[in-house]
């Protein structure tokens, strides 16, 4: 294992520290605000005999809070998934004799599946709070448009693509998703579909809300839905006056010479994500 190795490693799992302890702020936020909405509700019981009752509402101030709060634990544990598969592929990419999540439950047949699964059961069954925040966040992408690495770990190059999950398999921890704009060189016309483990899988940046949304700074290579396509590709960030993490990203994509200069082109932060780790373009 190579230096370089060692450290992108390394950076990723200070990450994934970084937003698990967000979390459980984020996770002390709510709690506190949740038993001082008990305390309220519990005093407003209180009345005197013969009174009509009166349930003292809480009030727009804190509910509004408490909203901001479930959006931010929400954000950071869909970070954490993509930190997670971000880690999972720079493993993967130091063991490339290991089989593939799917390539390995492919050669076990119904009577081995089922000894496996009567051995693992009770681990599958008991995840660690990481790993079961992991999979509510998986299972909530269904009808989301995700990036997706359709190619397998021993391919020359890394294909991804925008695609539409269609289910998640928490047992198999295995996304099915739709391609629903297969290229023109495809062999087979119309929609495509795929099953893919949570590795191959990045979660887009949300439109509408911008709580841990990643900043990428000027110099920094990306993954991102090169314009008018639905593939996305290496690139590197080139606009240094951004200053809202909403704001377009300009990016020079990898092998888009022109005239013997790569354009620049402008692509929304929502197609832009971590550039997975070993890419293979």
């Keep these: 294992m190579s230096s370089p190795d060692i450290t992108g490693i390394l950076e990723t799992s200070k990450d994934l520290d970084r937003l698990r302890r967000e979390q459980d702020e984020i996770l002390q936020e709510i709690n506190k605000l949740h038993k001082k909405l008990q305390s309220g509700r519990e005093k407003s019981g209180i009345k005197m005999a013969g009174a009509p009752e009166m349930v003292e509402k809480p009030t727009d101030s804190s509910l509004s809070k408490l909203r901001a709060l479930y959006y931010q634990a929400r954000d950071l544990s869909e970070n954490e998934v993509s930190v997670s598969n971000q880690l999972l592929a720079q493993l993967d990419a130091l063991l490339p004799s290991a089989p593939a999540p799917g390539q390995q439950r492919r050669r076990i047949d119904g009577s081995e599946q089922k000894k496996k699964r009567m051995k693992t059961d009770s681990d599958i069954s008991r995840p660690s709070p990481s790993i079961r925040n992991q999979l509510e966040v998986a299972a909530s992408l269904k009808g989301e448009q995700v990036a997706a690495r359709v190619t397998p770990d021993d391919a020359d190059k890394d294909e991804w693509f925008v695609v539409k999950v269609i289910h998640f398999d928490r047992?198999?921890?295995?996304?099915?998703?739709?391609?629903?704009?297969?290229?023109?060189?495809?062999?087979?016309?119309?929609?495509?579909?795929?099953?893919?483990?949570?590795?191959?899988?990045?979660?887009?940046?949300?439109?509408?809300?911008?709580?841990?949304?990643?900043?990428?700074?000027?110099?920094?290579?990306?993954?991102?839905?090169?314009?008018?396509?639905?593939?996305?590709?290496?690139?590197?960030?080139?606009?240094?006056?951004?200053?809202?993490?909403?704001?377009?990203?300009?990016?020079?994509?990898?092998?888009?010479?022109?005239?013997?200069s790569l354009p620049q082109r402008v692509v929304p932060f929502h197609k832009v994500v971590a550039l997975p780790e070993g890419h293979r373009q």
């Design 171 to 260: 047992e198999a921890r295995e996304f099915e998703v739709l391609d629903e704009e297969p290229g023109d060189d495809e062999e087979s016309s119309g929609q495509r579909k795929y099953k893919l483990p949570m590795s191959h899988i990045i979660p887009f940046p949300k439109r509408n809300d911008t709580n841990g949304v990643p900043d990428f700074p000027n110099g920094r290579q990306v993954l991102a839905v090169y314009p008018g396509t639905t593939a996305l590709y290496k690139a590197t960030v080139v606009n240094p006056h951004r200053k809202r993490k909403t704001d377009d990203y300009v990016l020079e994509f990898d092998d888009d010479e022109e005239d013997g």
